[in-house]
């Protein structure tokens, strides 16, 4: 459905030189599917989805949407283009003046559609978001997560083929966070209309997206499925994005992930297994459990631990014969032993990981709601 072929963005900056704000990136988000494109602020993601409906104008590269090229169109061509890609802002972006039917009914007004049949739409739309009811309130008395509601309605009048939300959710509350992307969910199961969803929180891309790309400093620094994304983070933005440190983890470490301390990721089924229990009777050794969650992605469960390995290099082993034979993700803490090394190099499965952490040092693992103190 979008396709982007090394897709630059400058700015001139104030001081006379350029801002690289998109840096050569290229992505396919496949019909009918929830992509996510995720970063810290100032990473380029907003640039770039504007750049997906040419609201910012490419410096280079090519914007395929639907097959067609939209930085080859012409004015008149891209308003027609622009019409099947609907766009949700952050402040919602309503009309205070207009009542909540006719805030829906605006793009068929600027499209000269009959005022009868204009409202016989939006009126159909706001029994799919849910708030009939409220047709002719207006925006200064809905709620945060009822205002989106209403500019999510509003995006679908002209039957898009593609929503872009650009951090959508950021201004609600947790409720209305999950009660606008249960519905972002939903409309694309029903109308397979294919979203992209660009946000900060690794919570909304588990919660919604198929596919992520991670971006800083104007490029992308990874993708692919969320799930491999969440259990095996490759560039350090990624790393620092899903795996927020542990308060209470970091006083105990002193924010640095030292030697000896594992972390385990298992996913779907091996969520549900007694992993650390099984593991203690097979190996005949015992591990400390230093903090663990779990997380839903797409709605199946994905758990990280963070173990501390005992002293004993050869119980050591054993640990990571038991994870590697059952297919389970660890990495390691710096600064191992020669022995260590070797012997995680052999499996080739052991990913030993040599950060300590963030710029910062911080001990990072996934937060969430399910983020406890092991016992």
Do not use: W
Not at 340 to 357: E, F, K, L
């Amino acid at each position: 459905m979008i396709e982007l072929k090394h897709l630059n963005k400058e700015f001139k900056a104030a001081d006379g030189g350029t801002l690289h704000a998109v840096r050569d990136v290229s992505l396919t988000v496949n019909d009918g599917e929830v992509f996510g494109i995720i970063g810290f602020s100032g990473a380029g993601k907003s640039t770039l989805v504007r750049c997906i409906n040419l609201l910012e104008r490419p410096t280079s590269g090519e914007v395929v949407v639907n097959g067609q090229n939209l930085m080859d169109l012409r004015p008149k061509q891209l308003r027609a283009a622009r019409k099947k890609i609907g766009m949700i802002f952050q402040q919602f972006n309503l009309l205070e003046q207009r009542s909540v039917l006719a805030n829906v009914r605006y793009p068929m007004d600027i499209d000269g559609v009959p005022r009868a049949e204009g409202d016989q739409k939006a009126l159909q739309l706001l029994e799919t978001v849910g708030l009939a009811e409220k047709a002719k309130a207006y925006p200064a008395q809905l709620s945060g997560g009822q205002k989106q509601r209403v500019a999510i309605a509003r995006a679908l009048a002209s039957d898009p083929d593609i929503i872009l939300c650009d951090e959508a959710t950021s201004a609600l509350d947790p409720e209305a966070t999950r009660s606008v992307l249960d519905l972002l969910k939903s409309l694309n199961q029903r109308l397979n209309v294919t979203i992209v969803v660009i946000t900060h929180e690794m919570k909304v891309v588990e919660q919604v997206c198929d596919r992520v790309a991670v971006m800083a400093d104007g490029s992308v620094q990874e993708q692919g499925a969320v799930r491999e994304v969440f259990l095996h983070p490759r560039s350090e933005t990624a790393k620092r994005l899903i795996e927020p440190a542990l308060d209470h983890i970091e006083g105990r470490l002193g924010g640095e992930l030292p030697p000896r301390m594992i972390r385990i990721a298992f996913n779907g089924e091996q969520s549900s297994l007694p992993v650390v229990s099984d593991l203690s009777l097979t190996c005949g050794v015992q591990v400390s459990i230093m903090g663990a969650n779990t997380q839903d992605i797409g709605g199946h469960a994905f758990g990280q631990m963070l173990l501390q390995m005992p002293e004993d290099e050869t119980a050591c082993d054993k640990i990571r014969t038991y994870l590697h034979e059952h297919d389970i993700h660890f990495e390691e803490g710096p600064s191992l032993s020669p022995a260590s090394v070797r012997a995680g190099d052999a499996n080739g499965d052991a990913r030993m990981s040599s950060r300590a952490g963030d710029a910062n040092g911080d001990a990072r693992m996934p937060g969430g709601d399910g983020t406890n103190d092991g016992s």
